[in-house]
T-cell receptor
């Protein structure tokens, strides 16, 4: 039983389009929500993270939207580029568990030129 | 600066064999982690070590043991490999002590060990 549910499993978007990935969680103790990006043959790398005291965080073309009441958060990739083609993982960490992360199942994004 | 180094990169085992996956980090991080990655399951925590001398079970510890050899090195051992342990294994490390105002620190991952058990 996954504590963090991620959708869709895969996504194809045209260059310049918007990629949207959604995650939902049940554990109300989660208070840190990072997104990791993984290229084939490589380990995941932190992309952007948010805490529940804000509803949105933007870094360049990447934006996290957070809805605390719905227990959902999403990643938007604006002006998607072929170099953004990767697998994206959402994750969550509870306050009492230090830095332990629970990951979603991952979304494979393909940006077509 | 190598970051997190995992060895070996690939390994094929027969059921019942044992092996140790090695991980070393050169970032002076306190905490280290072992995950397994399976299709559609994301990354699941096997064991972690909050600091040198301590280890704790994660979500899927059965069939594995770990050793925090020193601050730099954290190894994962499969005593009797089973086909269900076929996976990609990732080691990660992070700072434990948070900067002022920030509790969680990014985890830095190695490039993984691809393990097949026949």
């Amino acid at each position: 039983q996954q504590q963090v549910k991620q959708s869709p499993q895969s996504l194809i978007v045209q260059k310049g389009g918007i990629s949207i990935i959604n995650c939902a969680y049940e554990n109300t103790a989660f208070d840190y929500f990072p997104w990791y990006q993984q290229f084939p043959g490589k380990g995941p790398a932190l992309l952007i993270a948010i805490r529940p005291d804000v509803s949105e965080k933007k870094e360049g073309r990447f934006t996290i939207s957070f809805n605390k009441s719905a227990k959902q958060f999403s990643l938007h990739i604006m002006d998607s580029q072929p170099g953004d083609s990767a697998t994206y993982f959402c994750a969550a960490s509870p306050r009492a568990a230090g830095n332990k992360l629970t990951f979603g199942g991952g979304t494979r994004v393909l940006v077509k030129p | 600066n190598a970051g997190v180094t995992q060895t070996p990169k690939f390994q094929v085992l027969k059921t019942g064999q044992s092996m140790t996956l090695q991980c070393a980090q050169d970032m002076n991080h306190n905490s280290m982690y072992w995950y397994r990655q399976d299709p559609g399951m994301g990354l699941r925590l096997i064991y972690y070590s909050a600091s040198e001398g301590t280890t704790d079970k994660g979500e899927v510890p059965n069939g594995y043991n770990v050793s925090r050899l020193n601050k730099r090195e954290f190894s994962l051992r499969l005593e009797s490999a089973a086909p269900s342990q076929t996976s990609v294994y990732f080691c990660a490390s992070s700072v434990t002590r948070p900067d002022r105002g920030r509790r969680n620190q990014p985890q830095h991952f190695g490039d993984g060990t691809r393990l097949s058990i026949l």
